[in-house]
């Protein structure tokens, strides 16, 4: 089996990659080319590109891009597309933009697409969120996400009465940054908080500056921008508790990364990473209100080390009991092959 990625030439921030080739196919690995597109042509790049290929397979990410999504969709004849969703059809992606996705949803359904493809699915739930919206007629596959294991790294050093906050993710209001930033306004322990990530959301991140200016002086709340995804394990090993509300995710990359290194979670109860507080590994809140988040909060500044340790064990041990490697491998066999 041979692989074929067509991707933009610019990262999620629009800064455009570095030491790569653009508009050819460059060899990644002995089964692996990518082509890295340039913005102008896009659509008739990967076209092209399909046709002059021709594979078995077109394997799609996402739902709602005009040029890696709807294009392929409508343009590229191939005998079988699989259609990844990655959580964009979770309530909370689909407030988003909703007026738009709704439109392209319903589009679809008109157009009987969810007769065309195979949907792939990451979990039971998001099986269901697809049932949802292409009924019964639609063909689902599930095969779960990969996880990415850093390994453990030290208790960091605890005192009663300070923590330390870190998130790594897109400043978006997916992520729900401003509702951590509000909640520190009613924390009286001495947080700092670090968030690494590239501004997706500008205007979004306009309103976290403003709640971080008005924020009292026992909160320090420090902006690093983009993080290299070779130093996340070095800025989570300063660090207490990784924190990220988010409103959706299919997964949750970073929550996972963390817990493996033994940092416990604050997240929501949106994500795959539930029952934390029965394993020691963090806690689910509602982000329905600010109360539970500021309890969660609290809970883990006034932690001692002894006992920060028991959580940094549980979060370890959460994320180790997760997965089966080798499951995950056969559920991407089974999907590409069958």
Known sequence: MKYYIFCSNVDLNAAPLENISIGCWVRFNELTEVWYASP??????????????SPDILYIIGLFSWHFNIVPLLFCKV?????SVRGMLHP????????????????????EYQRKVVFHATDAAEVKFIRNHFGDMAEIKVAGNFPNYLGTLPIAQKETGMLKLITIALISPMKNILMVLDALGAIEANVQYDIYGPIKDAAYWGECLLTIRSLPENISVIFHGELDPS???EKLAGNHVFIMPSKSENFGHSIFEALSCGRPVITSHHTPWNQLDESLAGKNISIDTQDQM???????AVMDGQTMGQWHDGAIHYAANGFSMDNIRQQYREMFLA
Do not use: C
Request: aromatic share 12%.
């Open 231 to 233: 130093k996340v394990k």
């Open 40 to 53: 102008e042509k896009i659509s008739e790049q990967l076209v092209n590109a399909v046709k002059t290929i």
């Open 79 to 83: 005998p079988k597309k699989i259609l």
């Open 294 to 300: 500021i309890n969660a909060i609290n809970f883990f």
């Open 92 to 111: 909370g992606a689909l407030s988003q933009k909703k007026w738009k996705k709704k439109l392209f949803l319903q589009a679809f359904r008109t157009f």
